[in-house]
């Protein structure tokens, strides 16, 4: 039985860091796709299907999502306006 050599190549290590250091700094682009199964959630964009493992979603958008405020009142409502010159008024 013959043993297997194994060669480092030197170029792998810097390869991998430039991919690492690509994926840090680029970020990843919005696609439109549409939902084509809900659970487990899969969504066609393209030719490409996704599953939850390709995503990132808000938790705006899930059915367990819940958001409450307290809010206080005087019963009073004041409001200031500073005058400014220039901008566009946009």
Known sequence: MRGV???NNPYTGLLNIMQEQG????????CIGKVVKVQPLQIKTGELLLDQDDLLVSDLLTESYKRSAHIVSSGELTSSTQATSGGTGC
């Open 5 to 7: 050599i194994t060669i």
């Open 23 to 30: 994926q840090r700094y680029n970020t990843p682009a919005v």
